[in-house]
Every structure is written in structure tokens, then in C-alpha cells.
């Protein structure tokens, strides 16, 4: 089975750094675009950043400039280097991505999420 497996998370005062991963693993197959998403408590979960399997990256306006977003397909990996972290950056991050299994099914899959706390 696809697995997403997301690391990095943890806690660190306004102005730091972190930096997420997302390793894919569980089956052969291809992955197509790949982005981060992020919940924070008692809202509703909302875009981040999306990279494309050819490296093309959106990023949402609240975080354009501070992170970046970006993949290494050697190693099914994604990653979010997040910088000049805000309180208001606090959430739970999801990695999602979308896998091609043989290069014929689509299909969507989510991690688990990593809690990202932004506080003095």
C-alpha cells in the first residue's frame, strides 16, 4: 500500500525555521504533482504549496516568499522549507499527493499530518 509519511514538525518561536519532508513509499508507481496542506484547530484545511512533477510550484499568498516548496524524485520525497515562521503559521501540515499505479490509475493520497506550533 501508498504510504505518506510526513516529518519535521515541532516547535519554535516566531522568526525560526523548519523543515518538513514527505517520504512516499509502499508500491510501484509514478507521482504526479505533490503539495503541502495545513489545518490548524478549529479551521478549515487549506493549500499551502504544490509542486508539479516538473518542478512548477504554486504557493498561497499568506506564504509566498517565506517557504519553499520541493521534490526529489530519486527519492520520493517532498519537502517545505519553512522561514520567518508567524504564530499564525501554527497547524497541523499534510503532505498529499497524486500516484499513478502503473501508469494507468489515478489515485490521491494524504499523510497522516505533522504539527508545526509557532510561539514564543
Known amino acids: 500500500q501508498v504510504q505518506l509519511v510526513e516529518s519535521g514538525g515541532g516547535l519554535v518561536q516566531p522568526g525560526g525555521s523548519l523543515r518538513l519532508s514527505c517520504v512516499v513509499s509502499?508500491?510501484?508507481?509514478?507521482?504526479?504533482?505533490m503539495g503541502w496542506y495545513r489545518q490548524a484547530r478549529g479551521k478549515e484545511r487549506e493549500l499551502v504549496a504544490t509542486i508539479s512533477s516538473g518542478g512548477s510550484t504554486t504557493y498561497a499568498d499568506s506564504v509566498k516568499g517565506r517557504f519553499t516548496i520541493s521534490r526529489d524524485n530519486a527519492k520520493n520525497t517532498v519537502a517545505l522549507q519553512m522561514n520567518s515562521l508567524k504564530p499564525e503559521d501554527t497547524a497541523v501540515y499534510f503532505c498529499?499527493?497524486?500516484?499513478?499505479?502503473?501508469?494507468?490509475?489515478?489515485?490521491?493520497?494524504w499523510g497522516q499530518g505533522t504539527q508545526v506550533t509557532v510561539s514564543s
Open positions: 498529499k499527493a497524486r500516484i499513478f499505479h502503473y501508469g494507468i490509475v489515478s489515485q490521491i493520497y
Open positions: 509502499g508500491g510501484v508507481f509514478s507521482i504526479n504533482d
